[in-house]
């Protein structure tokens, strides 16, 4: 076999992992917030000043926001239940030393503080977890795309063949559900009267550089006969095209359709596409073509999974779009926030339970096809992350009105409400507001040039792919190039940030 066929097999015939260890791999990327929040704080408590150094912030910022992971889906993914359990004792124990170092000085008793967190004001107008949710998507989405061509990443965690739940298939459905979230529909007030087409002529403007990327990709593959996966989207197709055409028919039907309905459109487009699915040949075809042996005559034959799940991504789309409408409703408090996790955590109990019919009485789960159980099971390990992170988020809030005056960067923005008790502090006193500290922070450096972010993760792909024979690399070199790739990824993402510029011009 030539090395293309050897590379275009080590991703073939796949069939993903358990629930139970996607769940668990969630749980990492909070934790790495968390923790990063809390060291922050504390050296906040112990030099009495934020860190200075943009060098150390970005050191600090990949060391504990994106080494972890990649080590977790490497030579550390035997022991990945074990990973949040280590993460989460290193936070307690970083916790417990803010506490001890707390205690040197007069303060306000725990009990209070406890009282005082569920009554403390957050800014409404600012949800960074939806910001943390896509960073981090675009992150493993770029830690995967190029650890999946190295033996030390598990073939579980690759793309399923036809049915399975690989990491990587949830990364495709949550980046669908992360470009939702803050989509116009979203981000346009309700109040405020536009055209009723207004956002799909910005959607239209607006995925030009999506299908110019498509068409990059799709020539420079060919051209350089570089591996692929046909069965994943098709000879011609790729993820940019997915992309842009479901913003685009998105845009036109909650142009229709009123956006706060959009949850029953997208759960009537899922319920029909199955149907048809399991009443026609559609399922045949998709999965075996027109003449019944894979063939890829005609351009509808050749891109059948590409095309024919548009229909399924569409759906997590519209889906999505519900959620950022919800999340959007004014929360003014910490107490709001934990009532609307508790409605979040239903939602998800509800969604697991419907996957596990979906499952029994249609399909299992299939990103190939993108069916109704990959629609239930994508929205709903999204929400679980998304709980995660608010959580996360939460907690630091708490550290933070233990240590009055720090701050930590993609941090909710608090303040006390103006009829708090006095001893706490002066009215409406801040509590430690996300924006002191944006140069120093490499979730916002990632999130002002996301795109450009993952376009250098595909460039930088295929680079070390041609350079490199990964299937063969030993564990230590494919952990120096990972994080070698990574790094300087996240370097030119901070440089940019920095000098503040963002590469976005349509």
Not at 2 to 8: A, D, F, G, I, V
Request: aromatic letters at 10%; hydrophobic letters at 50%; glycine letters at 6%.
């Amino acid at each position: 076999m030539s090395q293309k066929q050897l590379k275009e097999a080590f991703v073939s015939n796949l069939n993903g992992t358990s629930l139970l260890e996607i769940s668990v791999g969630l749980s990492l990327a909070p934790l790495c917030l968390l923790c990063r929040g809390l060291l922050l704080i504390l050296y906040h408590l112990h030099y009495g000043k934020p860190v200075s150094s943009r060098k150390y912030s970005l050191l600090l910022d990949f060391l504990v926001l994106v080494s972890p992971l990649l080590f977790s889906c490497t030579v550390l993914s035997p022991v990945l239940f074990l990973m949040p359990v280590i993460l989460a004792a290193f936070c307690a124990a970083v916790f417990s030393k803010i506490c001890s170092q707390r205690k040197e000085e007069p303060r306000v008793p725990f009990g209070q503080v406890v009282k005082e967190f569920q009554q403390t004001h957050l800014d409404a107008e600012y949800i960074p977890a939806i910001t943390v949710f896509r960073v981090y998507v675009n992150v493993l989405t770029s830690i995967s795309i190029l650890a999946v061509d190295f033996p030390q990443y598990p073939r579980r965690y690759a793309k399923a063949e036809t049915y399975g739940t690989g990491v990587m298939d949830l990364g495709v459905g949550a980046f669908i559900f992360g470009n939702a979230l803050v989509c116009p529909e979203v981000r346009q007030k309700s109040r405020v009267t536009q055209p009723k087409f207004s956002n799909l002529a910005r959607q239209l403007f607006s995925i030009w550089p999506l299908v110019s990327l498509g068409v990059g990709r799709l020539l420079s593959v060919k051209s350089m006969e570089y591996h692929e996966h046909t069965s994943e989207y098709g000879v011609h197709w790729n993820f940019f095209f997915t992309l842009a055409f479901v913003r685009l028919a998105a845009s036109l039907l909650l142009a229709i359709f009123p956006k706060n309905k959009s949850w029953m459109v997208a759960l009537t487009l899922a319920a029909l596409y199955q149907l048809i699915l399991d009443t026609t040949s559609l399922k045949t075809f998709l999965l075996q073509g027109s003449s019944g042996r894979d063939s890829r005559v005609g351009f509808l034959d050749a891109n059948r999974e590409g095309l024919l799940s548009l229909a399924g991504y569409l759906a997590i789309y519209l889906a999505s779009v519900q959620v950022g409408l919800w999340l959007l409703k004014h929360r003014g408090s910490v107490r709001g926030w934990l009532g609307a996790l508790r409605v979040l955590a239903l939602a998800v109990v509800v969604l697991f339970v419907s996957l596990h019919v979906s499952q029994a009485h249609t399909d299992p789960v299939s990103r190939r096809m993108a069916n109704l159980s990959y629609c239930l099971w994508v929205i709903a390990h999204c929400l679980m992350l998304f709980i995660f992170f608010v959580a996360a988020d939460l907690a630091l809030v708490f550290t933070k009105l233990l240590v009055k005056g720090c701050s930590v960067p993609c941090s909710w923005s608090a303040v006390r409400p103006p009829n708090s008790n006095k001893n706490l502090g002066t009215e409406a006193a801040p509590v430690g507001r996300e924006d002191e500290l944006p140069h120093l922070c490499l979730i916002s450096a990632v999130n002002k040039n996301q795109l450009l972010f993952f376009l250098l993760a595909n460039v930088m792909t295929g680079a070390v792919n041609i350079l490199v024979d990964t299937i063969h690399s030993r564990a230590a070199f494919a952990l120096c190039v990972l994080h070698l790739y990574m790094f300087v990824n996240c370097l030119i993402m901070s440089i940019l940030h920095a000098k503040n510029i963002v590469l976005k011009f349509w």
